[in-house]
């Protein structure tokens, strides 16, 4: 059945400041956009007025860990903790409401937020539940604390030896200290019960995730897989949804490991495709784990670490690339991310192929060497808006005034000819794609500090902002033909605005809401 939609604004994002005020639906596509005359009378008389509402192609977040952010949602949420004496009165609370031996896990701490900046250790945790196992995470996901009990029960003491170096710390009296990284903090994990074991529960879950997407208008995702840090996706869950018709958002997924088979990219269908090979190279710059050509600023005695030496990197990178699977390749500190430039020259100058499409994956600090390189590869680069925003308090004195002119500075690598897409590392950052488009269009907290913006000059405009979410990340998942802007046989995909994002005042962005979200013509939200 036909139904038009009329008396709107309508940005196609096919081009800045391209409008319509109607369009028609049919079978789950755009079959026209242009006149409400035009729109009534092909849909013959079928019409929803949208009262001048705006309307934008639906969102599409290219980073995130939805099973991870679905699972975290039974979580203590440490959030907005502000203190370490919070923190603990928080999970001491819980602690009274469980059997002593249960587990507690807790999520979305930052330190950088408290009175004293400093990690939590055991003896903090200890304090707060003595009976009952204790990990916390870190909101940048790299970075957890546990208890003793914790400690016990996963084998850590002082004889504890790794599987990965620099994991596990260890004070000067040579007993763990309960802060862990990455690869150890997931092993220890592995053993807490899991809430959603069932394959069911994890249906369920990640079905209540997407609507969550939803409601700020998202409707594409690419959820990513991260086992050394314990980020899991399964790509049955996503397929058996869709087949149950709950599937809600466009998956096009992520992995760090190899495919079984002889898949390539894009295998898959309109709602569900296997998507990219993904490799994480070092760690962030919250957690000073993230590799850097020069000491921090704010601790000279560290460097930031590496997960893979450069010939390994290499390997990795072409066995991918002659497997024609795209690639996408987490790397935040600079010394990590001339690595990987190295490792993708490699592989692509010996053997351009046609529509490579890299995918390189936060960037977070350059220098002009990587950005001068990069311009010779065909990579498209996958940032993360809020980070500049939730992290603008702390982010130079990780690495000093000068090198932080090239962090975050996206206003410069779009006026080199780059291609940048938007995603929210969700469960790390909110993915609301407004408060995503504040973040990068101020460049503030969402205080509103520093006034004027952190390095203004790198502020992008609401366009810019938009494309990332929208016709740009369809390119990135080489959907570019069939979805991202408001065109006539494009997927019908749209949302509805309680304002015009365009003319509303930059510090207001994030106040915006999204009133309707349709994918595929069908209504999978309203306000």
Request: overall charge negative; hydrophobic content about 35%.
């Amino acid at each position: 059945m036909r139904k038009a939609y009329v008396n709107g604004v309508v940005y196609t994002m096919k081009e800045e400041n391209d409008t319509c005020t109607a369009f028609v639906v049919e079978d789950g596509k755009f079959i026209y956009c242009g006149t409400d005359e035009e729109a009534k009378a092909i849909a013959g008389g079928e019409a929803e007025d949208l009262h001048g509402k705006t309307v934008l192609p639906g969102f599409t977040d290219t980073h995130q860990h939805v099973l991870a952010y679905a699972r975290d949602l039974h979580k203590l949420n440490l959030k907005n903790v502000t203190s370490l004496q919070e923190l603990k009165d928080m999970i001491r609370e819980k602690a009274a409401g469980l059997e002593k031996g249960e587990w507690i896990q807790g999520t979305g701490f930052d330190q950088e937020k408290f009175d004293e900046p400093v990690l939590p250790t055991k003896e903090d945790l200890d304090e707060a539940a003595p009976d009952n196992p204790v990990l916390i995470t870190r909101y940048c996901l790299h970075v957890n604390v546990a208890n003793s009990m914790a400690l016990k029960m996963g084998g850590i003491d002082r004889n504890f030896v790794p599987a990965v170096d620099n994991t596990v710390e260890f004070g000067p009296d040579g007993e763990p200290t309960g802060r862990l990284w990455d690869q150890a903090a997931a092993d220890l994990s592995a053993l807490i019960p899991d809430k959603n074991a069932t394959h069911q529960a994890r249906k369920d879950a990640v079905a209540l995730a997407c609507r969550e997407l939803n409601k700020v208008g998202i409707i594409g995702v690419h959820p990513i897989q991260g086992k050394h840090c314990d980020l899991f996706e399964d790509t049955s869950i996503y397929q058996d949804l869709e087949k149950e018709g709950r599937l809600t958002a466009r998956v096009y997924l992520g992995f760090d490991e190899y495919p079984g088979c002889a898949i390539r990219r894009c295998l898959g269908d309109s709602m569900v495709k296997y998507g990219f090979y993904k490799i994480y190279t070092d760690g962030s710059l919250g957690a000073r784990s993230a590799l850097l050509n020069e000491p921090y600023s704010d601790d000279p005695q560290q460097i930031g670490v590496t997960n893979y030496p450069q010939e390994e990197l290499d390997a990795k990178i072409q066995e991918a690339y002659d497997m024609d699977l795209q690639i996408g390749v987490h790397a935040i500190g600079d010394r990590s991310i001339e690595m990987l430039v190295e490792s993708l020259e490699k592989a692509y100058f010996a053997n351009p192929k046609k529509d490579v499409r890299f995918r390189m994956i936060h960037m977070s600090l350059l220098n002009e060497n990587i950005i001068e390189r990069m311009k010779r590869l065909p990579v498209i680069i996958d940032i993360q808006p809020m980070f500049v925003s939730t992290n603008v308090r702390w982010s130079e004195s990780r690495v000093g005034h000068e090198r932080a002119k090239y962090n975050y500075c996206w206003k410069r690598l779009i006026n080199e000819g780059f291609m940048l897409t938007a995603g929210s590392d969700s469960p790390i950052e909110t993915f609301n794609p407004m408060m995503g488009t504040y973040a990068i269009v101020t460049r503030q907290g969402l205080d509103g500090y520093p006034e004027g913006g952190w390095f203004p000059e790198e502020r992008v405009t609401p366009y810019e902002a938009l494309c990332m979410y929208t016709k740009n990340a369809a390119y990135a998942s080489y959907e570019e033909d069939v979805r991202g802007t408001i065109e006539e046989g494009k997927y019908a995909d749209f949302v509805i605005l309680d304002r015009d994002v365009f003319k509303t005042p930059h510090n207001e962005i994030k106040d915006i809401t999204v009133e309707k979200t349709y994918l595929g013509g069908s209504l999978v939200y309203e306000k």
